[in-house]
C-alpha cells in the first residue's frame, strides 16, 4: 500500500524558515517525481514544487520561486521542501504527492494527508 | 502563466448526469487530469490523460479534452459523488490547477 506521510509543519514566524518531510513506502521510491501542493483555508489547490525521480529537474511556482527549495532522498524514501522567508500567505496545508512518472508532470496519483503551516506573528 | 477556468458550483439530482467543465488556452493539446477532494481528507485522482481512470474509479465517471475545454462527466450521479473536483494540466515546466467546482447533489 502506498503510503506518504508528512511532518514539519507549524507556527512560524514571518521572515523565518521551515522544513518539511515526507516520508513513502510501499512502492519503489525512486522510480517517481514527486510534488508539493498547498492548500490554503477553505481555498483551492496551488502546486508549489516537482522533482523528477533522480533530482535532475525541478519546477516551482512563481509565488515561491527562490524562496523554496525541493529536495529528495532516494536512499531514505523522502522528499523535503524547505522554505525560507515565509510569509502570511504561504499559510497553508501542505500535500506530498507522488507523480505517475518519473517525470514531474502530473498526473499526481497518491497524495499525503498534508501537514499545517501556519505563518503568523 | 497559464489559467484553467472552473465553474465554481454545480449542482445535479440523484441518478442525473453532472458535467463540470475546464477551459484554458488550447487545453485540447495537452492531458487533462482531475480530482475530487471531499470535506477533511486529500485529493484523490479519478481520471488522467484526459479519459483514463485510475484502479477502484467507476465507469460512471468519465472525461474528455477537445478544443479549449476538459469535461469531467459523471453519470448516475450519487450523494457519495457530491465533493470538490479539480482539473489539472502541465504547461511550460509548471503544473496548473483549476480553480476547482463544488459538485452538490441535491
Known amino acids: 500500500e502506498v503510503q506518504l506521510v508528512e511532518s514539519g509543519g507549524g507556527l512560524v514566524q514571518p521572515g523565518r524558515s521551515l522544513r518539511l518531510s515526507c516520508a513513502a513506502s510501499?512502492?519503489?521510491?525512486?522510480?517517481?517525481?514527486f510534488h508539493w501542493v498547498r492548500q490554503a483555508p477553505g481555498k483551492g489547490l496551488e502546486w508549489v514544487s516537482g522533482i523528477s525521480w533522480n533530482s535532475g529537474s525541478v519546477g516551482y511556482a512563481g509565488s515561491v520561486k527562490g524562496r523554496f527549495t525541493i529536495s529528495r532522498d532516494n536512499a531514505k524514501n523522502s522528499l523535503f521542501l524547505q522554505m525560507n522567508s515565509l510569509r502570511p500567505e504561504d499559510t497553508a496545508l501542505y500535500y506530498c504527492?507522488?507523480?505517475?512518472?518519473?517525470?514531474?508532470?502530473?498526473?499526481?496519483?497518491?497524495w499525503g494527508q498534508g501537514t499545517l503551516v501556519i505563518v503568523s506573528s | 502563466s497559464y489559467d484553467l477556468t472552473q465553474p465554481p458550483s454545480v449542482s445535479v439530482s440523484p441518478g442525473q448526469t453532472a458535467s463540470i467543465t475546464c477551459s484554458g488556452d488550447?487545453?485540447?493539446?495537452?492531458?487533462a487530469s482531475w480530482y475530487h477532494q471531499k470535506p477533511g481528507q486529500p485529493p484523490a485522482l479519478v481520471i488522467y490523460k484526459n479519459t483514463k481512470r485510475p484502479p477502484g474509479i467507476p465507469e460512471r465517471i468519465s472525461g474528455s479534452n477537445s478544443g479549449n475545454t476538459a469535461t469531467l462527466t459523471i453519470s448516475g450521479t450519487q450523494a457519495m459523488d457530491e465533493a470538490d473536483y479539480y482539473c489539472q494540466a502541465w504547461d511550460s515546466r509548471t503544473v496548473v490547477f483549476g480553480g476547482g467546482t463544488k459538485l452538490t447533489v441535491l
Open positions: 510501499g512502492f519503489t521510491f525512486d522510480d517517481y517525481a
Open positions: 488550447e487545453l485540447g493539446d495537452k492531458y
Open positions: 504527492a507522488k507523480d505517475m512518472s518519473s517525470g514531474w508532470y502530473g498526473p499526481l496519483d497518491h
